[in-house]
T-cell receptor
Framework: AQKITQTQPGMFVQEKEAVTLDCTYDTSDQSYGLFWYKQPSSGEMIFLIYQGSYDEQNATEGRYSLNFQKARKSANLVISASQLGDSAMYFCAMREGRYNQGGKLIFGQGTELSVKP | EAGVAQSPRYKIIEKRQSVAFWCNPISGHATLYWYQQILGQGPKLLIQFQNNGVVDDSQLPKDRFSAERLKGVDSTLKIQPAKLEDSAVYLC??????????????FGEGSWLTVV
């Protein structure tokens, strides 16, 4: 069964420094997608970055990059130059990708990131 | 482009009462999801629609929860009767297709339910 594990309940980072949020996954499917979402205290889930299982390059979106290690089944999020506005819950999620089958996201437990001034 | 719209944002009800949440997905998105997020946990899928048909409702407590998506656009999630453990954020989300892993799922701001 597919599963997402985030082992860091909470993380602190100094403003302007980089931080890595860990995510490991388990799936028997060959085709899948990995997502990271940010959830501020307002509750909305904000899409950050996506990595496909067949993508050879690590995904990057502005200050966000995804360190994808397929053999280790890990998909860590790296945030560079942290800002105070980055303080939020971060969720790793996976979607199995067989065409015409359910494309639901399975979420991890989340990591609460606090950025210190 | 307008995002996923949800209402109401906040609702407080007594146990055994009923409540309904409404969702309007992003225009053109055929797939609509309802997730339940209990405080301190990741969201859990309740039901997934493709147009107006149900794709997955395996984790929907059907004795008290119901959902519909008439005409393949807006959707309503109902809880009747509510229990204390239903206190959660109910997130609606939508995406273009159900197949393939790369189609991003976009979420609304959520409807916060407190059952007292």
């Amino acid at each position: 069964a597919q599963k997402i594990t985030q082992t860091q309940p909470g993380m602190f980072v100094q403003e302007k420094e980089a931080v890595t949020l860990d995510c490991t996954y388990d799936t028997s499917d060959q085709s899948y997608g990995l997502f990271w979402y940010k959830q501020p205290s307002s509750g909305e889930m904000i899409f950050l970055i996506y990595q496909g299982s067949y993508d050879e390059q690590n995904a990057t979106e502005g200050r966000y990059s995804l360190n994808f290690q397929k053999a280790r089944k890990s998909a860590n999020l790296v945030i560079s130059a942290s800002q105070l506005g980055d303080s939020a819950m971060y969720f790793c999620a996976m979607r199995e990708g067989r065409y015409n089958q359910g494309g639901k996201l399975i979420f991890g437990q989340g990591t609460e990131l606090s950025v210190k001034p | 482009e307008a995002g996923v719209a949800q209402s109401p944002r906040y609702k407080i009800i007594e146990k055994r009462q009923s409540v309904a949440f409404w969702c309007n997905p992003i225009s053109g998105h055929a797939t609509l999801y309802w997730y339940q997020q209990i405080l301190g946990q990741g969201p859990k899928l309740l039901i997934q629609f493709q147009n107006n048909g149900v794709v997955d409702d395996s984790q929907l407590p059907k004795d008290r929860f119901s959902a519909e998506r008439l005409k393949g656009v807006d959707s309503t999630l109902k809880i009747q009767p509510a229990k204390l453990e239903d206190s959660a954020v109910y997130l609606c989300a939508s995406s273009l297709f159900t197949g393939g892993s790369g189609n991003t799922i976009y979420f609304g701001e959520g409807s916060w339910l407190t059952v007292v």
